[in-house]
T-cell receptor, first 113, second 114 residues
Framework: AQTVTQSQPEMSVQEAETVTLSCTYD???????LFWYKQPPSRQMILVIRQEAYKQQNATENRFSVNFQKAAKSFSLKISDSQLGDAAMYFCAYKTSGSRLTFGEGTQLTVNP | KAGVTQTPRYLIKTRGQQVTLSCSPISGHRSVSWYQQTPGQGLQFLFEYFSETQRNKGNFPGRFSGRQFSNSRSEMNVSTLELGDSALYLCASNRGTEKISPLHFGNGTRLTVT
């Protein structure tokens, strides 16, 4: 069975600084997809960034980028120039086909002014 | 484009009752999936519907069921409610035909069972 592990239950960062959230996963599949979602207090899960496993190039979306290490099964999220609005619970997620996502436990990110 | 809409936002029910939650996907999305979120178990997949057929199912008892209508709207039903069913129930939609297509989530329904 696929599992996703986020080893940092909580992280904090100063506004304008950079923070990295860790995620590791376990799978025997070769074709899969990885995502980072954020969940603010409004409860809605919002897609932050996605990565296809067959792509070696790390995905980037504005201030958000990933470090995808396929051999190590690691998928960390880097947030640059952190903003107060980045404060949320961040979930790493994995899927193969269909719409079944396997989520990690989440990392609560606090941004300090 | 309107997002995923879940109703109601909050529900309070008593043990033994049943409940129905509703989800309207983004226009054009044919896949709707449901997740349960609790502090203890995290986010767990319940099931996925695509074109009115259940395409995938998680590890939940038969008390949890769902269906999808021809307009892609979906309902989830929980019968004989237990205290442990108290959770945030999230619905998500996507086109369902592309592997990389991300899920778009609604705001969830907070169910409290007393």
């Amino acid at each position: 069975a696929q599992t996703v592990t986020q080893s940092q239950p909580e992280m904090s960062v100063q506004e304008a600084e950079t923070v990295t959230l860790s995620c590791t996963y376990d799978t025997s599949e070769s074709d899969y997809y990885l995502f980072w979602y954020k969940q603010p207090p409004s409860r809605q899960m919002i897609l932050v960034i996605r990565q296809e496993a067959y792509k070696q190039q790390n995905a980037t979306e504005n201030r958000f980028s990933v470090n995808f290490q396929k051999a190590a099964k690691s998928f960390s999220l880097k947030i640059s120039d952190s903003q107060l609005g980045d404060a949320a619970m961040y979930f790493c997620a994995y899927k193969t086909s269909g719409s079944r996502l396997t989520f990690g436990e989440g990392t609560q990110l606090t941004v300090n002014p | 484009k309107a997002g995923v809409t879940q109703t109601p936002r909050y529900l309070i029910k008593t043990r033994g009752q049943q409940v129905t939650l509703s989800c309207s996907p983004i226009s054009g999305h044919r896949s709707v999936s449901w997740y349960q979120q609790t502090p203890g178990q995290g986010l767990q997949f319940l099931f996925e519907y695509f074109s009115e057929t259940q395409r995938n199912k998680g590890n939940f008892p038969g008390r949890f069921s769902g269906r999808q209508f021809s307009n892609s709207r979906s309902e989830m039903n929980v019968s004989t409610l237990e205290l442990g069913d108290s959770a945030l129930y999230l619905c998500a939609s996507n086109r369902g035909t592309e592997k990389i297509s991300p899920l778009h989530f609604g705001n969830g329904t907070r169910l409290t069972v007393t």
